[in-house]
């Protein structure tokens, strides 16, 4: 499909609404379907995963599809772009697809092509020596992971989404790679709790969060806010409408109320609350969007926050090997992290990946109630121990 080059030039700044096209919307799916998807549509009798990173699916008719999913870092410039095309070009009839999490599939109808394509993205490496197109994300592994867009782009983050995402993804590479674990583990990642993406129902989620209240601006915050926009922005009524000795409009922060979400940040530019000593990351686990077996589950806070220690987030990377390590040890086959964790207790979650319990990871948000423990079924732990023995009990 080529561009519209003939329509290049038309755009007149004195009469913008001249030539104007609007609400074609997308471009209809099927004209890049592959020969074989077309000819196969909605005629799928079974797929199997071949090794990690290869599908094959079969069709009624008796044709087959391999698929090669490969990594991508979800940010990449337009000629990263040129040599995905290339590769398609070469191997796939100029066909190639982006799955859910960023991923980019390669299909081909062949052995012999699957063979020739799988040697060609496993020998491209970027100067630096990472792979470009590294193969893997299937089945019981960890696939890409669901970020956001961080201090490249957003002016609200807490914290850096994809260096963050390079960092952890170096660690859990192995993972990509292989299909060893229990279940699958989504890993996602937001650079604020606007939670873009998917932290709040992934396996393992990393997210950006502040510790200080915004700062106002009392000087500008009525030229160029809506201040009863802020007002309302507040989950807890933390602000509340004030005049100043000058005589400016504006608004005043119950500091002890606030717990630093942005959103007041979000709706009124003068209200920023970045701070580089302040923010960091909170760690969330336990959620998942599937139906299978147990129903869809948020993810919980497991670790209420760790410094943006930049580039490499050594600490965050810690964190997510001390989940994984214990979830692969303890769970059972099809277990997701949040079965696993609510089949053992959350206790024993906190005993056997050796993370802190503190009074940050408590509920105090309204519907709180429903997630304290109203019933004498626990189990001891270590820390349950030394409780009882720091408040005189049974040690
Ligand atoms: C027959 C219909 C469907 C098929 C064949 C299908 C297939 C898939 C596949 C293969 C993936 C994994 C992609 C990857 O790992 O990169 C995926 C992910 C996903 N699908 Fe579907 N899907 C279907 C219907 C749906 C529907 C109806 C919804 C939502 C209402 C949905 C929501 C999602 C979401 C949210 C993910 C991401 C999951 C995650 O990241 O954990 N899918 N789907
Ligand atoms: C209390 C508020 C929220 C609730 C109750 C909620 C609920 C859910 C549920 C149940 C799913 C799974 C859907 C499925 O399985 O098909 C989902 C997925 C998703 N949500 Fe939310 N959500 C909330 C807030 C947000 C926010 C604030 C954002 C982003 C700004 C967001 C973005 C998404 C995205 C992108 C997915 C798809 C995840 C994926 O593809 O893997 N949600 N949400
Ligand atoms: S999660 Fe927050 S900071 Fe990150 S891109 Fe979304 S709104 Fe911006
Ligand atoms: S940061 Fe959040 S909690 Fe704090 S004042 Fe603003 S809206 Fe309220």
């Known amino acids: 499909m080529a561009l519209s080059l ?4 038309l755009y007149d700044p004195k009469d913008p609404l001249k030539d104007r096209l609007t609400d074609l919307g997308p471009r209809h799916f099927w004209q890049y379907f592959p020969p074989i998807i077309q000819n196969n549509y909605g005629r799928w009798i079974y797929h199997d995963v071949l090794e990690p990173g290869i599908l094959v699916h079969v069709s009624e008719t008796g044709d087959k599809v391999y698929t090669v999913r490969c990594g991508a870092a979800r940010f990449m410039t337009v000629q990263h ?7 398609a070009d070469q191997y796939c009839e100029g066909y190639v697809r982006f799955t859910t999490r960023n991923n980019i599939e390669f299909l081909v109808d062949s052995l012999d092509k699957l063979e020739a394509l799988k040697k060609d993205l496993a020998n491209r490496k970027f100067v630096s020596g990472s792979y470009k197109f590294p193969i893997g994300g299937t089945g019981a592994g ?3 992971i669901v970020h956001t867009q961080g201090y490249i782009h957003c002016h609200t983050p807490a914290t850096d989404a994809s260096s963050m995402v390079k960092a952890v993804s170096d660690e859990l590479f192995k993972y990509f790679q292989s299909m060893t674990l229990p279940a699958k583990v989504r890993v996602s990642m937001a650079c604020c709790l606007n939670m873009c993406g998917a932290v709040h ?5 990393l997210l950006g969060n502040h510790r200080k209240p915004p700062i106002v601006d009392h000087k500008v915050i009525d030229k160029v806010c809506e201040i009863p926009l802020a007002i309302a922005a507040c989950p807890v009524g933390a602000i509340s409408p004030d005049k100043t000795s000058e005589g400016y409009k504006t608004v ?9 979400c942005g959103n007041c940040y979000t709706m009124c530019q003068a209200l920023p609350l970045s701070d580089k000593e302040g923010d960091g990351v909170t760690i969330l686990a336990g959620g998942k969007i599937s139906n299978r077996v147990s129903m869809p589950k948020f993810s919980k806070v497991v670790v209420p926050w760790l410094p943006n220690n930049f580039p490499r987030f050594p600490e965050v990377v810690e964190a997510v090997v001390k989940i994984l390590e214990a979830y692969t040890a303890g769970a059972n086959k099809y277990e997701r992290l949040g079965d696993w964790a609510e089949r053992i207790g959350w206790e024993k979650f906190f005993e056997k990946t050796g993370l802190e319990f503190t ?3 408590i509920d ?9 423990r109203t019933s004498t079924q626990f189990k001891y732990t270590t820390a349950a121990w030394g409780t009882s023995g720091i408040a005189g009990g049974i040690e």
């Open 359 to 361: 009074d940050h990871l």
């Open 6 to 9: 003939d329509r290049l030039g």
């Open 142 to 144: 960890i696939s890409n």
């Open 252 to 260: 005043k922060i119950k500091k002890e109320r606030c717990m630093f």
């Open 364 to 372: 105090d948000y309204r519907l709180a109630y429903d997630t304290w």
């Open 81 to 87: 772009v040129r040599e995905i095309c290339d590769i």
């Open 201 to 205: 129902c992934s396996d393992i989620a």
